[in-house]
Structure formats: structure tokens, C-alpha cells
């Protein structure tokens, strides 16, 4: 069982910036792609970048293209999100999620997930 665990959320004020980590535990880390979700109240869970297991290849949703970076270490078995610019409407729970088969922005090609970090914009 791979366990994740997200960190680095909280308030920001617009325009200011955050680094997420995702750190996994349980299983070889690096057989892994990993992607970042958000969830906003009363709206559904949408992807916002994922990365393969050797961290060549990434993508990116369009609202925060240029804004957010992906990357990550596996000798830490961490994935980082570091958000830049942020918006009041990246105002969300982020949640990591890990799939050995599938890398994509679909929640459904992912088997493993956090518990999720918030990450509120407002000033």
C-alpha cells in the first residue's frame, strides 16, 4: 500500500507563492506518476499537473500554466508544486494522488491518494 502525505498549504495573500510536497511511503517510489488535484467548495476535483516516475515528462492544466512548476526527488520520495501568482480562485483543497499505469489530469487513472492540504488565497 502507498501511502501520501501533502504539505506545505495555508493562507497567501494574491500574487504571493507556496510549495506543495507530496511525500509517499510503502512502496518504491519511483515506479510512480504523480499528480496534483484541487478540489474548491461546491465544485469537483480537477487535475492541475502531474509528472512521470523519472520526472521527464509533465503537464499541466491551462489555468495555472506559467504559474505552477511540478517536480520531484525521488532519493526523498517527494513531489513539489510550487505555485507562483496565485489567484483568489486557486482558493482549494490540493491533493497528490500516485498511478503506476496512467499519467494524466483524470482522477480516474490514479489509485493512490492523500488526504489533501488547503491552500486559501485572500488578502
Known amino acids: 500500500q502507498l501511502q501520501l502525505v501533502e504539505s506545505g498549504g495555508g493562507l497567501v495573500r494574491p500574487g504571493g507563492s507556496l510549495r506543495l510536497s507530496c511525500t509517499a511511503s510503502?512502496?518504491?517510489?519511483?515506479?510512480?506518476?504523480i499528480g496534483w488535484f484541487r478540489q474548491a467548495p461546491g465544485k469537483e476535483r480537477e487535475g492541475v499537473s502531474y509528472?512521470?516516475?523519472?520526472?521527464?515528462?509533465?503537464d499541466t492544466a491551462d489555468s495555472v500554466k506559467g504559474r505552477f512548476t511540478i517536480s520531484r526527488v525521488n532519493a526523498k520520495n517527494t513531489v513539489y508544486l510550487q505555485m507562483n501568482s496565485l489567484k483568489p480562485e486557486d482558493t482549494a483543497v490540493y491533493y497528490c494522488?500516485?498511478?503506476?499505469?496512467?499519467?494524466?489530469?483524470?482522477?480516474?487513472?490514479?489509485?493512490?491518494w492523500g488526504q489533501g492540504t488547503q491552500v486559501t488565497v485572500s488578502s
Open positions: 494522488a500516485a498511478s503506476r499505469k496512467y499519467k494524466s489530469l483524470r482522477t480516474s487513472s490514479y489509485d493512490y
Open positions: 510503502g512502496y518504491t517510489f519511483d515506479y510512480y506518476n
Open positions: 509528472i512521470n516516475q523519472n520526472g521527464a515528462i509533465t
